[in-house]
């Protein structure tokens, strides 16, 4: 006859078999991470220290950006810590008239995208340039990006001075080859002390210093910037998401692994 597994074991069983679906499910429903973007406010004007506008609805949020060197973002932490190329998706909607605006103009394909990035010592920010022919075809009431989109984009390096911890010391340089480096924004006492070449044009929060690991960015010093009254409108549904296949991987390994040492011991 074969005998029948104490209550203790069979009790130890069911944990492990509850940890191995546990697992299994961070598998499935962790292999995605989506951020929540915060608005704020970057640079004031040069002209009176007059500050951009940020309107705030249920729905949307507009950005009045009606002097030059004003500067505004959407800004996420929500993925911090992973690389450049763990990004699946980043998206966000523009509800204003853009026709308002020359073609191929910064207003016309605003916003600009930034990304803090850091090799765990140094910083710096990686941007597109909304006026590059390149990337205008992206557009299509805003934008919906994959990693691959941003691939073969140009990557304009900026914020700081020392660039001999990037790829060709940061020059002429695609996403793809900064894939690696981890997305991360500094610390308050970090851009309180600064370095060389960090400007008050960097994406973080006029006044608090606080930053954001990914950007989108209304306005600049140059005047081609400036969307006067109504502002830049974008809906409030602005994500980014990313899928950390290593981490999924591991997972599944530790699940197929303990669903292994609970056969053993069960049998």
Do not use: C
Request: hydrophobic share 45%.
């Amino acid at each position: 006859m074969i005998p029948t597994p104490s209550p203790v074991k069979r009790l130890t069983a069911r944990n492990a078999l509850l940890a191995v679906a546990a697992l299994l499910a961070a598998v499935t429903f962790s292999g995605t991470a989506n951020a929540a973007f915060t608005s704020y406010v970057i640079r004031h004007s040069a002209v009176g220290d007059v500050a951009p506008a940020i309107n705030v609805g249920m729905t949307e949020t507009e950005f009045v950006i009606s002097l030059g060197s004003q500067k505004a973002g959407l800004g996420s932490n929500d993925i911090n810590g992973y690389t450049l190329g763990d990004i699946a998706t980043l998206e966000i909607a523009r509800l204003d008239d853009r026709t308002r605006f020359t073609a191929g103009s910064g207003p016309y394909v605003a916003p600009y995208l930034n990304f803090w990035i850091t090799d765990g010592v140094n910083y710096a920010v990686v941007a597109n340039e909304p006026s590059d022919g390149n990337f205008q075809p992206l557009y299509s009431n805003g934008y919906s990006l994959s990693f691959a989109d941003l691939s073969d984009k140009v990557a304009k390096i900026y914020e700081n001075n020392n660039k001999s911890w990037l790829p060709n010391n940061g020059v002429n340089l695609t996403f793809a080859e900064l894939a690696g480096f981890q997305i991360k924004a500094p610390t308050v006492a970090e851009l309180t002390l600064g370095w060389a070449g960090l400007g008050g044009g960097a994406p973080r929060e006029f006044g608090t210093n606080v930053a954001y690991g990914v950007n989108w960015v209304f306005g600049d010093t140059l005047s081609n910037y400036v969307s006067g009254d109504p502002g830049y409108i974008v809906g409030n549904n602005a994500s980014v998401s990313v899928v950390p296949v290593p981490a999924a991987v591991w997972l599944f390994g530790s699940a197929l692994g303990l669903l292994q040492v609970v056969r053993r011991r069960t049998a």
